[in-house]
């Protein structure tokens, strides 16, 4: 076991050497910002109108979290699907293609065990990557309005609506957060596997964002009604069940078992792929 | 004792190009063995073959007596490599690409990879960036690389390749160095004959996936006596050569038989009429072998 984490360090090491994986955090940031400057100059429209039209007091909603949360969908919608698939997509085509890869193997150490430790590398960046997102947002957050308030947390897709107070209100969005991680590993999973094919990186990159991005606007268009239980998307997106007022709990863990079936099956497709391949240039 | 056997190796590539053809022979333990063959002519197939990277379609590789297509972790336990292109990550230091590596061999030693860069003469450089090295620092981290942890056999893949005539020659002095100090058994693979010439005792030449000669380095052959005879009467020569037991070749080189002097073949050749303008020691070339097997196939 400790063998396997001085192999896990050996890998984290190579991840947080590399430039390209702090521009994945700055990046957000700038966009935080960026979106926190158009919330200060042109107030929150929608969401105003929605708390108000629900006799809620907007001043009381209009917090560091709701600030926060607003800021983070965003983000995650923007960049967020972007870098995971880019790191993801990096992680075994690059290597491969560099010519890392035949350094690495050279050593006595499985094709497995190294894919695994790349996999749990690029999931766990993933999950890292949108912690550091909610908290750096809700950071943000606070400077704009201060501490306290209530939040109010809206999923439209979902259907979900609630409003909270300060202290129940940011457990949810603690929690929240991190389900959001445990979803967007699907998506690290997906460039992972595309990764493990004889491809560019950029390939296994791109063809991640296309499924993710087809599989959204499928969801979201109406005609795939019947067949939303095909769309891997439809439970990620569970981590909006958490802001509900009533947590439907077998709802969520049920969708979460589809996230986590479905990360398992990519590993191990991805695993199968890379095992049969002749690593030579 | 065979320290890495190699059995029977077929291997065809997808597009149906066949790279190996039953292809075997053995390093034994303590020597350096030369793959020698043009481009393409399947060395580094075997390379790849032998650390688990190619999956052979028939045949397998045994190290140290484990096969390495069922036990793949325990034979590489055994063996350090420079297989193709010394490519390092370049945003690491020379020290935390060791690090990374040896991390996969499940070891690291501080003290002993301090002796390993400093014996490769990398010791001033190796806490600066991979992208800042020199091609022959490459090579030299390679290497060290290779030799963590303490390895029993090396495979050398075109180590010297890209390298300049006085990095070649530090680099030829330091793996004869390392064969003298630690006994360690080395497969490398090229097609410089300069190289495979002045560093193995051995060499295996591959010809289009198929092994056409495996036997001691022409210049290492101290059993073989050869004499250049320059006649114009070849057919009588021949005659009488073939009588006393000695060959020659079409270039006009006569292998002496262990049963007789060289001046007994002289004058048994002398006393069958035949007009020698010269006879002359010879020492054959792994050049005039390797065109030689080459032009025969």
Known sequence: MILFFQQWYGELLKLFARRRTYIGFGAFVALEVLLLLLIKKYGMGPIQKAVVGSGQSFDYYFSAITVASTVMGFSVFLLGALFLSLVAGDIVAKEGEDGHMRLLLARPVSRFRLLLIKYLTCTGYAFFLIQFLAWSSFALGLVLRGWGGG?????????????????PGLERYALSSLYL????TTISSIAFFLSCFRIKPAAATIGALTYILVDFIMRNSGFMENYQHLLVTKYMANWGRILAETIDWPL?????????????????????????????? | ????????????????RLALDDVSFQVKEGEILGLLGHNGAGKSTIMGITLGMVRPDLGEVRIGGHSVQQTRGRALQQIGAIYEAAVFYEYLSGWQNLRVLCSLSGWWDEAEVKRVVQ??????AIQQKAATYSHGMRQRLALAQALLP?????????????????????????ILHLRKQHGLTIMLNSHLLGEIEQMCDRCVILKDGKKVYEG????????????????????????????????????????????????????ALVGGKVQVNAWQPHHRTLEELYMGLSSKS
Do not use: C
Not at chain 1, 157 to 163: D, K, Q, T
Not at chain 2, 232 to 251: P, Y
């Open chain 1, 252 to 281: 969520i863990w049920r969708g979460y078992a589809v996230v986590f079936a479905v990360n398992i099956t990519l590993f191990t497709l991805g695993y199968a792929v890379f095992e049969s391949r002749d690593l030579k240039s």
């Open chain 2, 119 to 124: 014996m490769v003469n990398l010791t001033r």
């Open chain 2, 216 to 267: 001691p380095v022409p210049s290492q052959e101290k059993s073989k006596r050869l004499y250049l005879l320059e006649t114009t009467d070849i057919g009588l020569a021949r005659e009488v050569l073939d009588r006393s037991g000695a060959t020659m070749d079409k270039h006009g080189i006569v292998e002496v038989p262990l049963s007789m002097e060289p001046h007994e073949l002289v004058a």
């Open chain 2, 150 to 174: 303490q390895p029993k056999i090396l495979l050398l893949d075109e180590p010297t390749d890209g390298l300049d005539p006085e990095g070649i020659r530090e680099f030829r002095e330091l």
């Open chain 2, 1 to 16: 004792m065979a320290l890495l056997e190699v059995r029977h190796l077929t291997k065809r590539w997808p597009t149906g």
């Open chain 1, 181 to 184: 991680g445990l979803s967007m």
């Open chain 1, 151 to 167: 939040y109010f947390a809206i999923v439209p897709e979902i259907s979900v609506v609630a409003f909270y107070d300060w202290g």
